[in-house]
């Protein structure tokens, strides 16, 4: 049961039997942002998956999955269940397929032949007898571009990701050294990747989200990587209150920020930036900030 699960409508547990799912899908690509093309071809400023460009989704979809379920209640009265947004050991993204709402892309993203891959999911667990929907078929087709596209390479074939190589598990996930032989590849990502998604056929028919909380924050729809670097950890933890990014910590801010400005054009400006944290307290940070200047010197 997840540490995030909102309160039952009853406080017994979820009574024994079948388990019924209520899959939902929430649009969040923001309008009037920058390409993403164009903004991965400026090195020296940062990318940041557009996901996580505006409030945490966690909290927010988890506050409407439950005025759903009080809706619910409303017309039924009581029953039981439990919420769940990309949290416990939810299978969404296989539940949400049995659930008719998209197929699983070759990227093993879902996507959904109205809208695309740039939604989230959540879900509600219920005791209710509800009626199943049927599963969509897979429309992927001969189509490989998510994996030819890939900067690590982490699809390793059609439908299989090696999360080790992926650049939004090295930048979000990983907590110690980002491996040498994908620092390069990494380029200006500093808080995920969303290449993959950028490049299938089946976003041209995403649709902007409607929802302000997940239009852009704190200029962070490309910034100035040496901006972004100065922040101190008060300042991170300002900027970052009520955001994706702040469950990274300022060390693996500073650490992915590191690489990217290894991958940006050399200038004095770059150079003076990163040897600003060559006395960092963080070991990590450190060998990240060496291996930015040792690539400004060949």
Known sequence: MSRHGTRRSRPAELVPGTIRVISVRMDYLPPETTEIEELLESRDKAFVSRYALGRDYHKLIRQRLQKLSSMIEQQIGPFGYRVFVDSAPVLEKALAEKAGLGWIGKHSNLLNRQAGSWFFLGEIYTDLPLPLDEPVQEHCGSCVKCIDICPTQAIVAPFQVDARRCISYLTIELRTSIPGEFRALIGNRIFGCDDCQAVCPWNRFAQFTEEDDFKPRQGL?????????????????KRTEGSAIRRIGHDCW???????????PTSEEIISSLNSRTGHHSEMVREHVAWALSQHQQ
């Open 221 to 237: 729809d490309g910034p100035q990587l040496v901006d972004l670097f100065a922040w101190e950890e008060n300042e991170f933890l």
């Open 254 to 264: 500073l650490r992915n920020i590191a690489v990217a400005l290894g991958n940006a």
